[in-house]
């Protein structure tokens, strides 16, 4: 019995931005996500996740890391899926876990990992020589 598998040809883009390191870098990171993502003709059902991923992970590593920071996007499609892998790796936090630097309401913030969490169907943090890279996929049909 022969088995015929799904030769449908696997499609990678990938692009790399590099982070200003101040808060109204935010807004202008998610404008130009938005046109690429729209360019890469990511499937429309996860695009606003995927804004609201890049604006907190980009918002964390703005205000909670060391520069430099860079926002890495890669959209893959093959055999009917697309996934959109969000990273953002910075040069490690400013202050230790659990301190807010002055001025910022802890009542506004903290709230990133958990909205990551809920829109992605896989996310993680991973700790290397010179920094910190968060990452989020997000799949579609």
Same mark, same amino acid.
């Given at each position: /019995?022969?088995?015929? %598998?799904?030769? /449908?040809?696997?499609?990678?883009?990938?692009?790399?931005?590099?982070?200003?390191?101040?808060? @109204?870098? $935010?807004?202008?990171?998610?404008?130009?996500?938005?046109?690429?993502?729209? =360019?890469?003709?990511?499937?429309?059902?996860?695009?606003?996740?995927?804004?609201?991923? $890049?604006?907190? %992970?980009?918002?964390?590593?703005?205000?909670?890391?060391?520069?430099?920071?860079?926002?890495?996007?890669?959209?893959?499609?093959?055999?009917?899926?697309?996934? %959109?892998?969000?990273? $953002?790796?910075?040069?490690?936090?400013?202050?230790?876990?659990g301190?807010?630097?002055?001025g +910022?309401?802890? =009542?506004?913030?903290?709230?990133?990992?958990? +909205?990551?969490?809920?829109?992605?169907?896989?996310?993680?943090?991973? $700790?290397?020589?010179? @920094?910190?890279?968060?990452?989020? =996929?997000?799949?579609?049909?």
């Open positions: /019995m022969a088995v015929q %598998l799904n030769t /449908m040809p696997r499609q990678a883009v990938e692009q790399v931005f590099p982070l200003p390191h101040f808060t @109204g870098a $935010v807004s202008a990171v998610r404008r130009r996500v938005r046109a690429l993502l729209a =360019d890469w003709n990511v499937y429309p059902q996860i695009v606003d996740d995927a804004l609201l991923v $890049v604006t907190e %992970l980009v918002t964390n590593a703005i205000v909670h890391a060391l520069p430099p920071a860079e926002l890495r996007l890669t959209w893959v499609r093959s055999d009917g899926l697309g996934t %959109l892998r969000v990273e $953002v790796t910075d040069a490690g936090r400013v202050l230790p876990a301190q807010s630097p002055a +910022i309401d802890p =009542d506004e913030h903290g709230r990133g990992e958990e +909205i990551v969490h809920a829109l992605a169907t896989r996310h993680g943090i991973h $700790v290397h020589v010179g @920094g910190v890279t968060r990452w989020a =996929d997000l799949v579609a049909a």
